[in-house]
């Protein structure tokens, strides 16, 4: 493939490769002096029409931890407040030199629409209700690290399916590498064709996490629902949120997992997002390694 666009394009074999090279740069990024000089000659805009905390400062380490030259594009404040379209403000930034675009954006395709569009390197940072395929390599490459694989482990994503760019991108990087998936969560919150990807449903939380060895447990996306349609927080909570009492109370001890932000209280609460089944902040950390492989293994296939 000639952008990271998502997992679904992905084969296994991609995926080890990434992975492996993430091994090495994970050794980097430890030592007292974290740079490669790798991608001197490389220029990355990372272009951001919406918010990020995470995934924009993890893209923009890696790429300094490679050497790369870095500029960072926010719509707000932007050209784009003027009436500029998006592939009007990418090519304009791509003819200061620019090799490689990392992309956030609200709408899903857009990604591919602007790979299609210009002549650069694209990555999806995100892309609406579509993928994420940086942070499903991320999770995926925690859930490997903490259990030895992720071949044969069951993992349940649990919360707001049909609105989750995250989970579609985790149920095609975990079956690619032979894990067994679940979704859990409200009807009204898993969509339609949920059964076409072949994972499993599950409405109840308790059966979900007894079945499990990873929880993923995902934010409620108030920012892309019909407040109508949904249940109210309160009762989301109630039915689909997890404590410490309800993890104490599993038979086996399962990982907890979350992309982040974490509305603390709503999906989870603190004593579990710190506890110690919890490996949110190594999700993070390997953040910066995955990025980092990823940009370098895409970099290579620069025509200069
Ligand atoms: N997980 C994730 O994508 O977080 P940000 O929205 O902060 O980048």
Known sequence: VDHLIGIEHLTPRD???IFETADRFKEVINRPIKKVPSLRDTTIANVFFENS???KLSFELAEKRLSADVVNFSASGSSVKKGETLVDTVNNI???KVDMVVMRHPNPGAAKFLSERVDAKVINAGDG????????????????EKLGEVKGKKVVIVGDILHSRVALSNIYALQKQGAEVMVCGPTTLIP????????????????????CDVANMLRI???????????????????YGLDKKLLDSLSKKIVVMHP??????????????????????????NGVA?????????????NR
Request: hydrophobic share 40%.
């Open 290 to 302: 995955i990025r980092m492989a990823v940009i370098y293994l895409f970099a290579s296939k620069i």
């Open 129 to 144: 209700t579509h993928e994420h395929p940086t942070q499903a390599l991320l999770d995926s490459y925690s859930i490997r």
């Open 53 to 55: 905390t995470r995934t």
């Open 15 to 17: 995926i080890e490769i």
């Open 94 to 96: 791509l003819s200061m």
């Open 192 to 211: 339609k064709y949920i059964h076409e990807l072949g994972v499993k449903v599950e409405h109840n939380l308790r059966k979900a996490l007894e079945w």
């Open 260 to 285: 982040g932000p974490i509305n603390r209280g709503v999906e989870i609460t603190s004593d579990v997002a710190d506890s110690k089944q919890s490996i949110i902040l190594n999700q993070v950390e």
């Open 221 to 239: 996306q108030l920012e892309r629902q019909d407040i109508q349609y949904f249940p109210s927080l309160r009762e989301y909570t109630m039915l």
